[in-house]
Nanobody
Framework: VQLQASGGGLVQAGGSLRLSCAAS????????IGWFRQAPGKEREGVLC????????YYADSVKGRFTISRDYAKNTVYLQMNSLMPEDTAVYYC??????????????????????RGQGTQVTVSS
């Protein structure tokens, strides 16, 4: 059972990246998904989260209008599309998946540490 984030890299400001969160050993269907990031010396930040049904999505203020999330059920993968990247987006990004244990909205999932699965991070570096 594994959750793996990938797709990070070095990009210039204004550019785009798409991160992937792929699951193996279990299916991501019906899981709530959270994308988090942590920059050196900073607290972990919930960037974009979606509840299990997709009825609720939470965006951190810093990424609204620039980041989106999508699911590919056939590939058992969730994507984080990041556009108009800025140097302050530089961080290690990682994904997490949680089997719903209550009627929680996406805001909850971006502010909790209670996840069933966590993937290793992928580095995103945005140059100015």
């Amino acid at each position: 059972v594994q959750l793996q984030a990938s797709g990070g890299g070095l990009v210039q400001a204004g550019g785009s990246l798409r991160l992937s969160c792929a699951a193996s050993g279990f299916t991501l269907d019906y899981f709530a998904i959270g994308w988090f990031r942590q920059a050196p010396g900073k607290e972990r930040e919930g960037v974009l989260c979606i509840n299990h049904s997709g009825s609720s999505t939470y965006y951190a203020d810093s990424v609204k209008g620039r980041f989106t999330i999508s699911r590919d059920y056939a590939k058992n993968t969730v994507y984080l599309q990041m556009n108009s990247l800025m140097p302050e987006d530089t961080a290690v990004y990682y994904c997490a998946a949680d089997w719903p244990k209550g009627a929680y909205d996406a805001n909850y999932y971006c502010h909790t540490d209670e996840y069933d699965y966590r993937g290793q991070g992928t580095q995103v570096t945005v140059s100015s």
